[in-house]
Every structure is written in C-alpha cells, then in structure tokens.
C-alpha cells in the first residue's frame, strides 16, 4: 500500500518516454514520428530493434526473445515497465527509481542540422560527355542487361564508363533542364574499399529522380534506389526514387511533397526489408502534408521472391501484376 502511495506523487503523464530511456543509457535515433535504437535488454548489434513512440508514451522491442517473450511475442510497455526491465526491478523499485533519478528537464540530444548550401547547375557538357562514353566499346551493354531500351537510356542520357555509371537528375523534361544532379555509383568490379556513391561538391542536393514522369499522377510510387524507379519509369510507372541515399527524405524542403508532387494525393513505398524504416519515414514525413491515410508502406507478399522492381521484372514478373500488388496497399480504384 505504501508502495503506490508513492506512484501517486508522480505525475506520469509528463513522463516523457524518449527522454526516460536515454536517461537510462540507451541512444536513440529519431526516424519521422518515432524514435529507434539497439535494444539494451537482450543482444541487438547488429539492426536497432527498440521502437520508441511519444505519442503514446510507450516503446516496443521486435527483437526475437527480448525480454524472454515466446515466437512471435513482441516486448513492451510504459515507462515503469522499461524501468522494471532495464535494471531488473519490481514495481515499487521502479517508482523509487523514477522518484530519484527521473530528470523531467533533462535535455533529449538532438544533432544539429547541417547548413544546406544553394545547389549549382551542372553543366550539360559534363552530362553529355558521360552519356557519350555510353558508345565507347559498346557500354549500353550494362544498362541493358538492367532491363532498359535504348530508346529509354537515350531519353535519359545515361552514362557509363566501364566502372561507374550516372543517372542525371532533372528537374523538369529529361534533356531541357538548367537545374540537375549526377550521381556515381560503385560496380561490382571496383574495389570493394571504394566509396559507393560520388557526389559532385554543390550539385547534389538532397532531391529525387524522378519527378517529372510523376507530373499529373494521382498515385505515385517511391523507391530507395534510382534503378528500380527508373525501370519502373519505363514500365509506364509515376514513380520515383531517393537522390543522396534512401534517407535523403530526412533533408528534403520543409514541404517538398506538395511542391514537387503538387498533382499527387497518394504514395505507396517500396522499400526493401533492410531499409523498411527508411520507408516508413518517407511515408509519414508525406502524410503531414497530404493528410492522413495518404501513403503505405509496400511489402513484397511470401508468394513474391523479389527483393526489389528490377529483381521482380528480370524473374519475369509482369509490369501490370506490380500494379496489382500496389494497389492492394491502397485499396483505391486505380486502373495501370
């Protein structure tokens, strides 16, 4: 009885659950409207299994056995429970705990933004310079092992040199834009030591691919890599992809879903497993400016095997069965 005498002096509802659990030593990284990080009460290495969410007050582990839950048991609760298992308490030790250790005014660390210098435009030589080395030694070669048409690589002004490729990044019609990016990726033949992207220093601003194929669409479709959103493009698709890595989103304009997608109400993302999170981020950071309810996350159905669009096309998948699939997550009536 004394016990919950004490719970009373406390007014858990200001209990921020963020700011508790990196009292208690855990690092958390803030993804969109929650927050993510490597578990402490059982072995998380390798991919953050904590899943913190402030709107509730409450956390939730999916890491297998955290927290001695069976198969397909998740981990979690309030304040008090994170407590009780962080340091092995009962209940009334929890209180005493947050009694004597909780901070109301500890200060949660957030990394500062980083100044976003004004892009400059790329020149169009240097991106005809690259899509001319495309007909040295036969190059297309790579792309269209990809699954692209010349007519499309051509449209584009894809780039390739024998161990890089580039995929410039217009702002308006391919081929009529003072404004682009490009973007270098490592091939299978290069070292595996070497930077996988090059940015070019004040060209590469946080953006997408993309955004013109997706003028006057409703729907839209987001990918974490340039080549499935371009393969994507040539299947018909308004679809787009990340420019700067998949959590480029995180760095966008504060309303960059309205002012680059003005036409479009919908989004669904189709985001891998490893880079589901990511996704999601993408998802919400869309909703607080479309509205509620206005994007998925897509997730490949067990019957599918693919990991990506290009993978799911090479396997023989058919353009209009990825349709399909994504209007499922929909449930709209939209027609390919």
């Known amino acids: 009885m004394k016990r919950i005498e004490k719970a009373s002096e406390i007014d858990f509802s200001k209990i921020s659950i963020v700011s508790l659990i990196e009292q208690t030593g855990t690092f958390l990284t803030q993804i969109s409207s929650l927050y993510s990080g490597f578990c402490p009460l059982h072995s998380d290495k390798e991919t953050p299994s904590?899943?913190?969410?402030?709107?509730?007050?409450?956390?939730?582990?999916?890491?297998?056995?955290?927290?001695?839950?069976?198969?397909?048991?998740?981990?979690?609760?309030?304040?008090?429970?994170?407590?009780?298992?962080?340091f092995s308490y009962d209940y009334g030790q929890a209180i005493d705990w947050l009694r004597v250790n909780y901070d109301p005014n500890?200060?949660?660390?957030?990394?500062?933004?980083?100044?976003?210098?004004?892009?400059r435009a790329v020149k169009s030589d240097l991106v005809v310079y690259w899509?001319?080395?495309?007909?040295?030694?036969?190059?297309?070669?790579?792309?269209?092992?990809?699954?692209?048409?010349?007519?499309?690589?051509?449209?584009?002004?894809f780039g390739w040199n024998g161990r890089r490729y580039v995929i410039p990044v217009w702002e308006g019609e391919p081929g009529n834009s003072k404004c682009?990016?490009?973007?270098?990726?490592?091939?299978?033949?290069e070292d595996k030591d070497s930077p996988k992207y090059i940015g070019m220093a004040g060209h590469n601003p946080p953006t997408v691919w993309g955004r013109w194929h997706c003028r006057e669409a409703k729907l839209v479709v987001a990918f974490a890599g340039e080549l499935d959103a371009a393969r994507a493009v040539q299947d018909k698709f308004p679809a787009f992809s990340m420019v700067n890595g998949a959590n480029a989103w995180k760095r966008f304009p504060e309303n960059w879903a309205n002012d680059w997608f003005p036409d479009a109400n919908s989004l669904v993302a189709c985001f891998d497993r490893k880079e589901e999170l990511l996704g999601a981020g993408l998802a919400q950071a869309w909703e607080r400016q479309k509205g509620s309810?206005?994007?998925?996350?897509?997730?490949?159905?067990?019957?599918?095997?693919?990991?990506?669009?290009?993978?799911?096309?090479?396997?023989?998948?058919?353009?209009?069965?990825?349709?399909?699939?994504?209007?499922?997550?929909?449930?709209?009536p939209y027609k390919y």
């Not at 397909?72 to 609760?77: A, S």
């Not at 792309?143 to 002004?157: C, P, Q, V």
């Not at 682009?180 to 033949?189: H, N, Y």
């Open 180 to 189: 682009l990016g490009v973007r270098l990726r490592r091939s299978e033949i």
């Open 293 to 332: 309810l206005s994007s998925r996350v897509f997730h490949w159905p067990p019957s599918v095997e693919a990991k990506d669009y290009c993978e799911f096309r090479d396997d023989g998948g058919l353009a209009s069965k990825f349709w399909d699939l994504v209007l499922l997550q929909l449930e709209a």
């Open 106 to 119: 500890a200060f949660v660390a957030k990394p500062a933004p980083k100044p976003v210098e004004p892009p």
């Open 50 to 86: 904590l899943r913190v969410y402030p709107a509730t007050n409450s956390w939730c582990c999916f890491g297998a056995g955290c927290g001695d839950k069976g198969l397909g048991q998740l981990n979690g609760g309030d304040g008090i429970e994170w407590v009780k298992q962080r």
């Open 131 to 157: 899509y001319k080395l495309l007909d040295y030694c036969d190059r297309r070669g790579w792309f269209r092992t990809r699954g692209f048409a010349d007519s499309f690589i051509d449209r584009e002004m």
